[in-house]
């Protein structure tokens, strides 16, 4: 955690919090930030600076990436390498080639840090944690030679009781909560540190806002996790390849409905470019969740040990196989020009001209609030449809057809969901139980498949393994099946109240 102090502020005294404290030889070091001339780094919270101190030689390269946390600590994944100023590191450039793409990596600012540290540490000499005071002077960018004090507390073997303790000491003793954060903070213009000037969506907010929040929100979405799959590009995070395929599907189905008031041939060329992304993170996600649905990543184990242990066998060999290929997506030059489109998008979304008479009375200018209800009407009257042309007893197809109509439906409720408010929230939760309801019924289906594709030829052992889990499938199928008309009910008695 990270505090300010002024020129007077003294440390006070930490031995009572710990076993001891120990005083290290004050540091001088040199802090080089690079970003591109647009903060494409500095906007996705992430920073790479050149570091050279008093005895480090050449110096260090540090790329600092964020990692989610719901308190006040300023939480990141920091790598490392050793090298000269003059060159990034090959590596850095190839975790951070989705969010630079063809931009410049250059110089933004230095800052010199005087620094005089203490060590925090426990019984047998163990590093609790170490604290930094850093004095801070600003050289190159808009606050050239502003000085200024910064604490910093960070753990090592200690648990967030003893840093709690530590803050509120130093609080006492007259620092505060540094809530710009990092350092570099400090030495960026305004806008720079408070990103794009996004407005947030409400009640009178137009159409065109509404779109460019979808944009902006996928676009964001999909730069957040892209390069963690490039930094893991052996075993991505499922986590990573969910958000990232999520963001992609979604403003595929956001483009869909809100088509009326865009180009129709970016429209196209798009929702095209997404399928074929989402489509290729689908494939890591599949083996993920056939993993999680048949207890294949790990125990307890069902039916024969070697049996399952060759299923696991067979479904890393396809998650790996996967991977690769979202690995050859990632340098793609079909995806940068992607990322590039969306950009250029966020920044000036390609409306339709007014006078084409496309638009069907909805146009970018107009009011949101009494546009949206006609938008996504059109999405619900499709899975109204859906839902009326199946059987009694719908075919798995069939069901699977009225899930991605829920899943469409929700998002366009979503979208309308700030302008609107309550009623549209009401309207997609409600699509989103449904949705979640069938989506387990379709992943059910697709594991039975590809359990059935497995015993095929398999030894004894495996085809047996097989045979249990695919046994639970169907159960899955058939308990999903009984309830699905129940959540239907809800979302079409909640649009009604709504859509009329």
């Known amino acids: 955690m990270k505090l300010g102090a002024d020129r007077q502020f003294s ?14 030889p004050e540091q001088r070091l040199l802090a080089t930030y690079f970003d591109t001339p647009d903060f494409r780094l500095w906007s996705r919270e992430i920073t790479l600076r050149h570091r050279i101190g008093d005895d480090e030689g050449i110096g260090t ?23 000269s100023p003059d060159f990034v590191p090959d590596r850095v450039n190839e975790i951070l080639h989705g969010v630079v793409r063809r931009a410049a990596l250059q110089k933004i600012t230095s800052l010199e840090t005087s620094r005089r540290r203490l060590m925090l540490q426990g019984g047998r000499q163990i590093l609790l944690a170490e604290l930094d005071d850093d004095l801070v002077t600003i050289h190159g960018g808009p606050h050239d030679g502003r000085r200024f004090r910064q604490i910093e507390v960070e753990l090592n073997e200690a648990d967030s009781s003893l840093l709690n303790r530590c803050i509120d000491r130093l609080c006492e003793a007259g620092a505060w909560i540094d ?19 996004s407005r ?43 958000q990232t395929r999520v963001a992609a599907r979604r403003l595929r189905s956001d483009l869909q409905t809100f088509k009326a008031i865009l180009d129709p041939l970016w429209v196209g060329h798009t929702r095209s470019d997404l399928k074929w992304l989402g489509g ?7 083996a993920d969740v056939l993993g999680q649905h048949l207890d294949l990543n790990g125990s307890p184990q069902i039916g024969d040990d070697k049996g399952v242990t060759g299923l696991r066998e067979q479904l ?10 979202v690995t050859d997506v990632l340098q793609s030059e079909r995806y940068l020009l992607l990322l590039d489109k969306l950009h250029a998008a966020v920044e000036r979304p390609p409306f339709l001209n007014v006078g084409s008479g496309r638009g069907r009375g909805i146009g970018p200018d107009q009011r949101a609030s009494k546009a949206l ?50 009623r549209a929230r009401r309207v997609a939760t409600s699509a989103e139980g449904l949705q979640t309801q069938l989506g387990e019924h379709h992943d059910a ?24 889990l695919a046994a639970e499938q169907i159960r899955r199928q058939q308990l999903f099946r009984e309830d699905w008309q129940a959540g239907w009910e809800k979302v079409d008695r909640r649009a009604r109240e709504w859509l009329g």
């Open 11 to 24: 440390v006070p005294d930490l031995r009572d919090l710990v076993k001891r404290t120990v005083r290290l």
């Open 61 to 83: 390269w540090t790329l600092k990436l964020p990692q989610s946390n719901s308190g006040p600590t300023l939480d990141r994944t920091e790598l490392e390498w050793v090298g």
């Open 179 to 197: 809530s710009r954060g990092p350092k570099l903070a400090r030495a960026l213009d305004d806008d720079a540190v408070n990103g794009a000037n």
């Open 200 to 242: 947030s969506l409400g009640p009178k907010s137009t159409m065109a806002d509404v779109v460019r929040a979808s944009l902006q929100t996928a676009f964001d979405r999909i730069l957040d996790h892209e390069y963690l799959l490039r930094l893991n590009e052996e075993d991505p995070p499922p986590e990573a390849i969910h």
């Open 280 to 286: 290729e993170l689908g494939l890591v996600r599949d």
């Open 316 to 325: 890393q060999d396809q998650r790996s196989t996967a991977a690769d290929r």
């Open 373 to 422: 209800p006609k938008v996504v009407k059109r999405p619900w009257k499709k899975l109204y449809k859906e839902v009326r042309a199946a059987d009694r007893e719908p075919t798995d197809r069939q069901l699977h057809q009225i899930r991605i109509g829920a899943k469409r439906f929700r998002y366009a409720a979503e979208a309308a969901e700030a302008v609107v408010g309550k």
């Open 445 to 468: 289906v697709i594991a039975e498949a590809w359990l059935r594709k497995r015993a095929k030829g398999a030894s004894s052992k495996v085809a047996f393994s097989a045979g249990i």
